[in-house]
């Protein structure tokens, strides 16, 4: 099998990574995934453990040492899987038997991803998590190292943004890191970077300012358009423009490598980078004592290319009262002619399955708590319930 290295210039520990292609065959042959039978998709939600790290009061998160390389393979079916291996120019060349598992294919051992799918807070090698107080924190840490460690496992880099539990990690010899201004934290499977030191949340755009001024052809702005990593939507206003050029390169019949048009939009948009990535998001912080002063507000709203809602908690002080967006959610409109109001509605639409989602993620807020807002009267009309049933189907 070809295989290739993976490297992320954003972790710390394990930036380069071999990368096996499990799907490639010689010609009238089968590959390695077409004999392997594929595994239930067992793995958490990403953007649900992303909401309930940022929901907890003291968040921490901590990384897997060689999780994928410390499943074994049985010993008679080491010869089926070898590596070829030589010194420099191709000398004394020879043939190694694999005794651990190669990453990636079809096939992930059901034990690990019922483990993850037990735990709800462990994505593929890192464990996002948070707690409600430093003792609960301190616990959930010394069982998961313990559990790990029985099972010749490491959890390492311990990191979180409370400097009473990082005391108690030192003094009980888990691998920590503090917090630092020469790195960010990256979590796992995202773009999304934390800064523990200031508890804020901002999305990495490093591929993004590589690609920014090459920008030329269709095809390199549908790799830009995919690069951000944004489970959250924080930059939906900036990223949905590049989508909606390329729906225009789409409408006007660009090919893949054709040269883009010498358009204002398509030479501005890279060059706002530098404004966008100093755009963050505040650590929820919100209690469990305070959740029946919690409300959730929605909005939606539409123009004629673009729909959407966006989530905010809202919780009332006797003073004032403060907000923090959760989450957004966005899409275009279709390509053939849409009304307004058909939007508004698809906007609204959005804004029900954006709540039901929120309350299955936070069960401790109450239905009476969520309120929907639209500048639209044909959502808040009474003619919207006789349309929903005919626009929900469709």
């Known amino acids: 099998m070809p295989h290739r290295g993976v490297v992320k210039e954003l972790k710390e520990t394990t930036k380069l990574r071999i990368c096996y292609d499990a799907s490639s065959k010689a010609n009238n042959e089968m590959s390695l995934n077409n004999c392997l039978d594929c595994s239930p998709n067992l793995n958490p939600d990403l953007l649900k453990i992303i909401l309930k790290f940022g929901f907890y009061p003291i968040a921490f998160c901590a990384e897997f040492q060689g999780e994928f390389l410390e499943v074994g393979i049985v010993e008679e079916t080491h010869k089926f899987l070898q590596t070829l291996w030589g010194e420099e120019e191709g000398t004394n060349l020879t043939l190694d038997d694999h005794a651990v598992r190669i990453f990636p294919t079809q096939r992930v051992p059901f034990w690990y991803k019922k483990t993850c799918s037990v735990l709800n807070e462990l994505q593929v090698d890192g464990l996002i998590n948070g707690s409600y107080s430093i003792e609960e924190a301190a616990l959930i840490s010394q069982e998961a190292s313990s559990i790990l460690s029985a099972a010749s496992g490491n959890m390492r880099q311990w990191t979180t943004n409370s400097l009473s539990l990082f005391e108690m990690w030192r003094e009980n010899d888990l691998e920590c890191r503090q917090s630092s201004s020469d790195f960010d934290i990256p979590l796992k499977d995202s773009e999304l970077i934390w800064d523990?030191?200031?508890?804020?949340?901002?999305?990495?755009?490093?591929?993004?300012?590589?690609?920014?001024?090459?920008?030329?052809t269709k095809g390199v702005a549908l790799s830009a358009c995919g690069v951000p990593s944004d489970p959250l939507d924080i930059l939906t206003p900036f990223t949905v423009r590049i989508q909606l050029l390329i729906q225009q390169l789409r409408e006007n019949g660009f090919t893949w490598d054709e040269p883009l048009p010498p358009d204002k939009e398509f030479k501005e948009w890279p060059h706002e980078l530098t404004f966008v990535q100093d755009v963050v998001v505040p650590h929820l912080h919100i209690s469990v004592m305070k959740t029946e002063l919690l409300e959730v507000d929605k909005s939606s709203g539409a123009r004629y290319k673009v729909y959407g809602s966006v989530a905010n908690f809202r919780m009332k002080h006797p003073n004032d009262v403060k907000t923090c967006f959760i989450v957004s959610k966005s899409r275009l409109a279709p390509l053939i002619t849409v009304t307004l109001p058909r939007l508004e509605l698809l906007g609204a639409v959005t804004s029900a399955r954006l709540c039901i989602y929120l309350k299955r993620t936070f069960p401790l807020i109450k239905e009476t708590s969520i309120l929907f807002w639209s500048d639209s009267q044909i959502v808040s009309g009474q003619e919207c319930f006789n349309t929903m049933e005919t626009l929900c189907p469709n």
């Open 196 to 216: 523990n030191k200031s508890d804020t949340l901002k999305v990495a755009f490093n591929l993004l300012q590589q690609l920014s001024d090459k920008i030329t």
